[in-house]
């Protein structure tokens, strides 16, 4: 059976394209550099570190629309009666999970944090060296002011919350009128409210290539700044696709 970290991380990726963070709120910049374990980035420094001839320059941008999914995930609202219920009523609820397990995430008011010169930060490190066999490095990360997720391997997990019935049966649970409480079985739930510094939930991410043919082709940095203007290194690093890990 998958962990609560392989499970989240792998329907993540394969909803909504991007690394996850583990755990969503951890503080990582774009620059850092790291392994991967689990399924999820692992920090272990910062390309500052790593060569000292580019500075890296940050760069930001708000992103207005929410990061949003649901996979095995339904809300079963206490009983109300017969009478037809107001949407905006706050009321009990409980998520219930497959019997795969599940995963119900909600992160809103979005910021993108990059490299102006991302092309030229990675074209300086040493990707032919083995100790850059497994190393990956953070080119984008976008954080969230509020954000929330439950996750459980397997139908025995639930997890208890409250809110407007409107926003449970959207399975909004970054809305504001959610609130979660007790988990019980192999469930986990967390939410990160709003505060001045946005919490970290998503990556991208570049590793060194390893085509066969050898072949040192530009890839598209996604970031911000013209991959034009840095020389190709040594070896090629490419992006690490969120689809690529097992």
Same mark, same amino acid.
């Given at each position: ?15 909504? =394209? ?124 976008? =954080? ?53 510094? +946005? ?33 190709? +290194? ?13």
């Amino acid at each position: 059976m998958a962990s609560i970290i392989g499970l989240y991380a792998a329907k993540f990726r394969e909803n909504l =394209s991007y690394h996850p963070v583990w755990q969503p709120g951890t503080g990582l910049v774009p620059g850092d550099v790291g392994v991967m374990k689990d399924g999820v980035f692992v920090r272990e420094g910062h390309v500052s570190q790593l060569q000292g001839s580019v500075v890296p320059e940050p760069t930001q941008q708000t992103l207005a629309a929410p990061m949003k999914f649901s996979v095995g995930v339904t809300a079963k609202a206490a009983a109300q009666g017969g009478a037809q219920v107001d949407p905006a009523l706050k009321v009990e609820a409980s998520l219930k999970f497959g019997s795969n397990g599940g995963v119900v995430f909600d992160a809103r008011d979005r910021v993108q944090h990059a490299l102006a010169n991302l092309g030229l930060v990675l074209a300086a490190l040493d990707w032919g060296s083995p100790e850059f066999d497994d190393v990956v490095v953070v080119s984008e990360v976008h =954080s969230a002011r509020v954000a929330a997720l439950a996750v459980a391997v397997g139908s025995e997990g639930e997890v208890e919350l409250s809110g407007s019935l409107k926003a449970l049966k959207a399975l909004d649970v970054g809305d504001a009128s959610v609130s979660f409480g007790a988990t019980t079985g192999a469930a986990y739930a967390l939410q990160l409210r709003a505060s001045d510094q +946005p919490h970290p939930v998503a990556l991208r991410l570049y590793g060194a290539s390893r085509s066969i043919w050898g072949r040192r082709s530009r890839p598209e940095l996604l970031g911000a700044g013209d991959p034009a203007a840095a020389p190709l +290194p040594a070896q090629p690093f490419v992006e690490l696709s969120p689809f690529a890990i097992e």
